[in-house]
């Protein structure tokens, strides 16, 4: 029964079997003025009968913050989740109460000659009152550990975004510095100079642009998806100018979309894997479509890959399911069959 659901944040049963006995030790001497040398005496029927009240009180309030954490597992319904949880709580720790102290009369466990000195009306006060005072110690105990623990794990989850938001940004410095690309780049631009000074020059302001893109985003854990498709352009006109028509890169996305957010550079790594692990000649051109639709973008390639010696460590898409995990409870989804590779991103709301 302790395992059926995650939603506690730990493992409550050495705290449960400390506690239980303990409060329904105190709530006798506390509620009831009771002692052990005179009257109302505390004896072990006593004990017997607050212990059962006790138990069933605190595990049904346990089951209740399991339910509204369940119904409201995001942390921004925290202070929607408390109210509904803390009303449920309130009533049920009410009726159970009351209609547990009945049975137990009933069955001759709780009896009244325990409570000399009170009246009918002032056990039923000093009961509910006592049963109020578990659920608040239960409700205490467990929001604080609760609150702690998902403090720690945001803490844990904002470092772990830095570091892969840094990586990535390593990663994609590391190709544009790469001897090959700015090889190719150089060796590019040396060929259209003579030929098309004006392209040559445009080519430069591209190239400049992919580079300054990331600059900017060091510290941005998303962007505008405009902005990661202007860089896209950027780069793609690179590619586009080396390969020809060898590579078709293909841009549709709604400009309602635009307005979504994306993780930087999560564009560049996917066609920068495209062209690394696919063949680009005239006999096989590559195609590359990058669409949105249902909250999603997806960055598809035609599936021709190159006969390559080093298996794909698949870093780069790794690095954007840890970021994405951490900003969107989506997951990136992966789509590989005979023709084609495909990505599927979240997009981000604002």
């Not at 009961?127 to 945001?154: D, G, H, K, P, W």
């Not at 430069?204 to 854990?221: A, G, N, T």
């Not at 950027?234 to 307005?259: C, M, Q, S, W």
Request: glycine share 4%; proline share 3%.
């Amino acid at each position: 029964m302790w395992k059926i659901n995650g939603k506690i944040g730990f493992d409550d049963r050495l705290l449960t079997i400390i506690l239980l006995p303990v409060v329904s030790l105190i709530i006798p001497f506390i509620f009831f003025g009771m002692r052990f040398d005179r009257e109302p005496l505390f004896t072990g029927n006593v004990y017997l009968n607050v212990v059962i009240m006790t138990t069933v009180i605190w595990l049904g309030n346990r089951y209740i913050m399991i339910w509204a954490r369940t119904k409201y597992p995001s942390f921004t319904n925290v202070r929607k989740r408390l109210w509904v949880q803390s009303l449920t709580m309130f009533w049920y720790t009410i009726v159970t109460n009351n209609l547990l102290g009945y049975l137990l009369d009933i069955c001759g466990i709780k009896q009244e000659k325990h409570y000399a000195g009170f009246d009918t009306f002032n056990v039923i006060v000093s009961s509910n009152a006592a049963s109020i005072f578990c659920s608040l110690t239960v409700v205490a105990i467990y929001e604080s550990i609760y609150f702690m623990n998902e403090l720690r794990q945001s803490v844990e989850e904002k470092e772990l975004l830095k570091r892969e938001s840094l990586h990535a940004q390593l990663s994609a410095l590391k190709t544009q510095v790469n001897p090959h690309f700015l090889f190719n780049n150089l060796n590019t631009l040396c060929s259209i100079i003579p030929e098309d000074p004006d392209k040559a020059v445009v080519f430069v302001q591209q190239m400049s642009k992919v580079y300054r893109h990331i600059l900017e985003v060091q510290d941005e854990q998303s962007i505008p998806l405009k902005d990661e498709l202007d860089v896209m352009k950027a780069y793609a006109f690179l590619l586009h100018t080396r390969f020809g028509d060898n590579l078709d890169i293909t841009i549709d996305v709604p400009e309602e979309k635009l307005t979504k957010r994306i993780i930087p550079l999560s564009l560049q790594i996917l066609m920068e894997n495209a062209i690394k692990h696919n063949i680009v000649t005239s006999d096989k051109p590559l195609k590359v479509e990058v669409t949105a639709s249902n909250g999603r973008l997806e960055v598809k390639n035609n599936l021709q890959k190159k006969n390559q010696i080093n298996i794909s460590t698949g870093i780069g898409l790794e690095n954007i399911r840890n970021r994405c995990r951490l900003l969107s409870q989506d997951k990136v989804l992966v789509t590989e069959n005979e023709n084609s590779f495909t990505v599927s991103i979240p997009l981000i709301e604002n």
